[in-house]
């Protein structure tokens, strides 16, 4: 892994927590962006090397909306940057790791993929691999 390439923070509503965000980060999202793939929204503000992401759910069916609903807003995973997502994969689960969404298409047209929490502190840790 080569890096934290962002924390994701899952919020009821986008708008409102901007609004929050932008005050707390005296700065306006550098980017927003609807990822139907996952059912989600998100905004990302950049802060030197690493990015702070607010994830909204578009759909009640969504991991997000399924997210808050059980453990209200806050911190939903960490992401690192990888050179090679299916070679950390395979890493991972050689490990014994469990790997969820395996292929995924994430923010950014990057390939995701995540371990589960339940093996990871109650942390959901997020692997990114973004295509140059």
């Known amino acids: ?5 962002h924390i994701a923070i899952a919020v ?19 980017k927003t962006e609807e990822i139907k793939e996952q059912d989600v929204r998100v905004c990302f503000y950049k ?4 990015k702070i992401e607010l994830v909204e759910s578009i759909n009640r069916k969504s991991v997000i909306s399924k997210f808050i609903e059980k453990r209200g807003e806050g911190l939903h995973h960490i992401s690192f940057e990888v050179n090679d997502i ?15 969404e395996t292929s995924s298409k994430g923010a950014n047209k990057t390939k995701v ?6 093996q990871t502190n109650g942390v959901l840790i997020e692997m990114n691999e973004i295509n140059s």
């Open 86 to 100: 299916e070679n950390e994969k395979k890493r991972l689960i050689d490990l014994g790791f469990e790997i969820l």
């Open 12 to 30: 009821k509503n986008l708008n409102q927590s901007q609004d929050l965000f932008s005050k707390i980060l005296n700065k306006d999202p550098d």
């Open 1 to 5: 892994m080569k890096k934290i390439d």
């Open 113 to 118: 993929c995540f371990i589960n929490r339940k």
């Open 47 to 50: 802060l030197n090397n690493v």
